[in-house]
């Protein structure tokens, strides 16, 4: 028997009660089983960049068991890398297998409207195009290896700002290019098992309650086939969320709601089919699971989970998240230490030119090396909330760098000094900048690390600004004004004001939220054994004022509306013609890559098929490394406002020293579509673009064009509201205008100056009686209108 009829049979032999039961959990973190038909349950746990399981431990909620912290969303982003996402995806999958867990709770998707939201380091993009990407990446890998991903959360939780309350009003064309986008290519790319519906609303309804998001569009448009999960906590009406689409309340039980949903078939105010079909969703996760879970290592490992992840697994899974820590960190800036010549303490560099930039640091030059800075030592690696995991083990800035120092012959060895630079809560009081510029002075160089706190960045609350905790930007001048060869790296799971200082710090590294081996991953950046070549997800503005959504966060009266409309993150900037201080894409390496001119495969393309284009890289340097090239759309004058540009396409491109390769960017013919509210579904605007080949949305180092042709032209339908000019743009349009204009008529518009007709042709063709004074009848305007629908439905 095929599983969806088994599931159905099934769900033919639950009771009411029973369908009803199994549409909330049964603890927790799981879902209600069915003992009698064998129908087992669900274990859901977080997620997203590592598994919290709880420890039922009395003495503290907050205790969860070891498991390995890889970075997290914002900061594996940095790689915009896919195979390593689904890797680290599979890796936590792992995880779940040992503890026995079938869906894991992750990946959010959500986009990034502002750089204060506390969530956004558990979030990978501005740009719906690289979440939708790296989330489908995460989920392949996940699901690979019999592990359910839950992709959350489901939709528009773009701060955390009266989350659970909030509602957010948004316009359909940024909805669906933007806040829904990332999910749909998810969904269609990679089928999770599950989505997580969020606890705001949206336009005026509960996402648990939408029947617009949940049915008509996730499940109708997007063919979902899986379940929908709320929030914990999210629902407030269950028989509305279950008639929306909503399958599963969690956390459970919730008899009360489960018997208002029973009683509401009994009484026909929900129908029974529509339970049925939320329990099938729900059988179907269970078989699903089950299935799954036969095929792990001990067996139902369910019934004996593991206490811990050990030995070789947790050795292993620490060193993927030491690599993938690595390749996520970005380069921001790296020049020359501005004096030259000699070291502070007078003595020339052993090796190497001085002119050569701060990073990477060769230790072996320096007899001593300067680290300051509390998070050397107290790593920070992870922000607040539910994500939050225990690590297995922790690696420590200093650790690492003692290890690589102890590996070094004993001449080589620099003295490492160290200064804590600023407390717990991340102020740098005086005489801690005093200290450290102390210790700085006296070292060949310095490596500062500064950043936000543990208690800034959490679930449940946004960052009131943009700023680094009092005192550490005096921290960095006087690091940067003491010691010219000073590596500043940051670390925090979204952007900071950078602008006031970046000036004054010759290099300058964003390590990000990296995790249980950061510390490693971040010696190994500055120290030259991995070269970088991640790239930000996200715009750095100079001033929150830059915001695209300043003016509209974080609302007011209870909802936020989403003014900017499309123009989120750099396509925002860009418009508004807003220098930020990082723009999204940037990143640098220790090699140096030049483009050669960028070709497409063709010159005409469509937007029902793809297009290649490719672009030789040449590394220049004689160091490996990689290049993320990016491709950005242009679109040509369209009569909806299109951003300057949109990312389509990008590559990840490994070039040796010395070396050319041609980086290939498959452009979908999706890229050249936008969401027309007038039509209400995606369209193709004709004409030609621009295909901006870059290192970084500011860093276009070519351009092709090609003439794209709409597969099927879609024109928004003429009304009697339409303009004469917009009659005037429509072919059939034109002739029933035209025949509806009587030869005097005619006349008077030919006698009209050019400003007059302009003003006439602004006009609704509804008032053309009134303006002809009954020389057009309104039984004409009816009728034209009548055929060109009736034209334009091919009848
Ligand atoms: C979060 C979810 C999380 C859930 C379970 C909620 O507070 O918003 O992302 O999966 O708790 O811990």
């Known amino acids: 028997m095929s599983d969806q009829r088994h599931a159905e049979r099934l769900v033919s032999r639950l009771t009411m009660e029973e369908k009803a039961a199994m549409g909330s959990g049964a603890g927790f973190w799981r879902s209600e089983a069915v003992s009698r038909l064998g129908i087992p349950s669900v274990q859901m746990n977080d997620g997203p960049h590592g598994l919290r399981i709880p420890a039922d431990d009395p003495e503290n909620a907050w205790s969860s068991r070891p498991a390995t912290c890889f970075p997290t969303a914002s900061c594996i982003a940095g790689s915009w890398d896919m195979e390593l996402v689904a890797e680290v995806g599979a890796a936590i999958a792992e995880e779940c297998r040992a503890f026995g867990t079938d869906l894991l709770l992750g990946p959010g998707v959500n986009i990034k409207r502002t750089p204060l939201c506390g969530r956004n380091f558990e979030y990978y993009s501005e740009d719906p195009f690289l979440a939708g990407e790296l989330g489908a990446a995460f989920v392949r890998g996940a699901q690979h290896v019999g592990v359910g991903a839950t992709v959350k959360h489901f939709a528009c939780n773009n701060s955390e700002y009266q989350r659970m309350t909030i509602d957010v009003r948004v316009d359909e064309r940024p909805l669906r290019e933007i806040y829904l986008r990332a999910f749909e290519r998810i969904v269609r790319l990679a089928q999770p098992w599950a989505v997580m519906a969020a606890y705001n609303q949206v336009n005026g309804h509960f996402a648990c309650e939408h029947e617009e998001l949940l049915e008509e569009i996730l499940r109708g448009a997007w063919e979902y086939p899986g379940v929908v999960v709320s929030d914990w906590m999210a629902v407030y009406d269950r028989v509305k969320a279950v008639a929306s689409g909503l399958d599963l309340e969690m956390p459970g039980p919730s008899s009360k709601n489960d018997d208002a949903v029973a009683q509401a078939v009994r009484d026909g105010r929900l129908s029974e089919e529509t339970l049925n079909r939320r329990a099938l969703s729900m059988v179907r996760l269970a078989l699903r699971a089950a299935e799954c879970a036969e095929g792990r290592p001990a067996g139902r490992v369910r019934e004996t989970p593991a206490e811990e992840i050990r030995g070789e697994e947790a050795e292993s899974h620490h060193q993927l998240a030491r690599r993938s820590a690595a390749e996520s960190m970005v380069l921001i800036k790296n020049e020359p230490p501005p004096e030259r010549g000699t070291t502070r303490t007078g003595r020339a560099p052993k090796r190497g030119a001085s002119s050569a930039p701060v990073l990477p640091l060769d230790l072996s030059e320096f007899s001593s090396l300067a680290v300051v800075g509390r998070f050397a030592e107290v790593p920070r690696y992870e922000g607040g909330g539910s994500s939050k995991v225990r690590a297995t083990r922790v690696e420590s800035v200093l650790e690492g760098l003692r290890e690589l120092i102890a590996k070094l012959p004993h001449d080589s060895r620099p003295e490492v000094k160290v200064a804590g630079g600023y407390g717990e809560d991340g102020t740098a009081e005086v005489s801690e900048i005093e200290e450290a510029a102390a210790v700085v002075r006296d070292a060949d160089a310095a490596l500062l690390i500064v950043g936000l706190p543990d208690s800034v960045e959490s679930e449940g609350f946004d960052r009131a600004g943009l700023e680094l905790p009092k005192g550490q930007v005096e921290l960095i001048r006087r690091v940067c004004a003491e010691q010219p060869r000073a590596a500043v790296t940051i670390v925090a799971g979204a952007p900071l ?200 949305s500011q860093d276009i180092r070519g351009a092709v064009s090609v003439t794209v042709v709409p597969a099927e032209p879609v024109r928004p339908p003429l009304t009697e509201r339409s303009t004469l000019n917009e009659w005037l743009a429509h072919p059939q349009g034109r002739e029933l205008l035209e025949a509806m204009i009587p030869p005097q008529l005619q006349q008077t518009f030919q006698a009209a100056g050019a400003a007059e007709t302009e003003m006439f042709r602004n006009m609704p063709l509804v008032k053309l009686p009134r303006l002809t004074q009954g020389m057009i009848t309104e039984d004409q305007v009816r009728q034209a209108v009548r055929s060109v629908s009736r034209r334009s439905d091919g009848a």
Do not use: M
């Not at 483009?595 to 063709?602: F, L």
């Not at 284009?613 to 090239?629: A, Q």
């Not at 980086?663 to 295909?691: H, I, K, M, N, T």
């Open 497 to 696: 004001e950078i602008a006031s200082w970046l000036d004054e710090a010759p290099s300058v590294l964003l390590a990000g939220l990296a995790g249980q081996a950061g510390g490693g991953a971040l010696v190994d950046v500055v120290t030259g054994a991995v070269n970088p070549g991640g790239k930000l997800a996200e715009t750095w503005p100079v001033r929150l004022e830059d915001t695209p959504c300043y003016l509209n966060y974080p609302g007011e009266a209870g909802y936020v509306r989403y003014g900017e409309g499309i123009f989120v993150g750099y396509r925002g900037y860009e418009a508004r013609r807003i220098q930020p201080a990082l723009p999204f894409g940037h990143g640098l390496s220790y090699s140096r890559f030049t483009y050669g001119t960028p070709s497409a495969d063709r010159g005409e393309a469509s937007d029902d098929e793809e297009l290649v284009v490719r672009v030789p890289i040449k590394n220049e340097s004689s160091r490996d490394g990689t290049e993320v090239v990016q491709l950005y759309v242009e679109a040509p004058e369209c009569r909806c406002a299109r951003p300057p540009k949109e990312l389509a396409a990008f590559t990840k491109l490994r070039v040796s020293a010395g070396d050319e390769r041609e980086a290939v960017l498959v452009v979908e013919g999706e890229a050249f579509r936008y969401w027309d509210p007038e039509v209400s579904g995606w369209v193709c605007q004709g004409g030609e673009y621009r295909l901006h080949v870059g290192s970084s």
